[in-house]
C-alpha cells in the first residue's frame, strides 16, 4: 500500500484584534486539509507598504497554536498578515491576506497598564 502525504493545505485568517501602537494578535483557523500528517506549527508573514508591498516573516520558528501576537510593529503603520501551515513534510501555501489595519499612533500600550501605578508598593 502506497499513502502519499504533501504539505498541508492553506489555514484561514479569522481577523486581526488587540491592535496597539507597536503589536496586534493574528487569529486563525488550521487548514481543512493537513496534507496526511499533523500540522505541527503555523508560519506567520505581515507586509506593510514601504515603497512596494514586501512580505516579511514575523516567526522564526514554527508557532505552535492558533493566535499569535505580533511585535515590533510601527505606530500608525498599516499591515496586512498572511499565515501558512507546518507538517514534516514542509510548508504548505500561505492564506489570503488578511483585512488592513493601522496600529494605533500612540498610548494603546500605556493605557492598558496604566493602573499598576496605582498599585501600592
Known sequence: M?????????????????????GCTVIYMPPRNDGGAPVIGYHLE???????????????????GLKYFV???????????RVAAVNMFGLG?????????????????LKKWHWLSKLPI
Open 2 to 22: 502506497i499513502v502519499l502525504a504533501v504539505v498541508p493545505g492553506c489555514p484561514t485568517i479569522l481577523g486581526v484584534h488587540d491592535v496597539l501602537p507597536s
Open 71 to 81: 511585535r515590533n510593529l510601527d505606530p500608525s503603520t498599516q499591515y496586512h498578515f
Open 93 to 109: 501555501s500561505f492564506s489570503e491576506a488578511s483585512e488592513l489595519i493601522t496600529t494605533d499612533q500612540h498610548g494603546g500600550e
Open 46 to 64: 505581515r507586509c506593510f507598504l514601504s515603497g512596494e508591498w514586501k512580505w516579511i516573516r514575523v516567526n522564526d520558528n514554527p508557532i505552535i
